[in-house]
């Protein structure tokens, strides 16, 4: 059993082609890509945590959700983001959650669809999974966009997310939300890099 976290399907939205410029000719080929990704990367027996917005409208289009929700391979856990409607909520997924922590390895993620400065265990290690921003924002060092427009259209897991958080930047607001530490962890302890000095108290 493993974990895949994801964002920002967006299936059926034709509109999010031309908003973030992704490269589909029209939502159907933009739709059967990204289930074909999910089916070839994700088993029945993992673990899928879609962080907000996993599809796009209602009403006649409601049939054809229902069906790719069922193309969607293993257990599928959703983080509530700001396009999922009631009905999305009880298509049948294993959990629905505004925001959650999930262990995973040894590492705990805490998923929420919305980009946060700081966040419980913030200082333990803790990494925060978001969505919402699609291409606009890869993260900072101890919060990653998972969204599917910087992942090539693909799921990642827990080594993914860690390898992307050493590239990037330390929050900037991090001294302002975290001052300092008794015990000497803070932003570096989610990628094992040292962001530089610690602010003086």
Known sequence: MAHFYTADLHLNHSAIIRFCNRPFADAKVMDQTILQNFESQVGWDDDLWIVGD????????RAYLERCFQRLPGRKHLIVGNHDKPWVRTLGWASVHDIVSVTDGDRRFLLCHYPMITRDHARR???????HVHNNWLGSRNAVNVGVDVWNFRPVQAAD??????????NRHWSDVEPGSATGTAEEDASGTDPGPRPRR
């Not at 290690?125 to 969505?131: C, L, R, Y």
């Not at 997310?161 to 330390?170: D, F, G, Q």
């Open 54 to 61: 996993f599809g796009f409208g209602g009403g006649m289009h």
């Open 125 to 131: 290690g803790a990494v925060q999974v978001f969505g």
């Open 161 to 170: 997310i860690l390898r992307r958080a050493r590239t990037l930047p330390v």
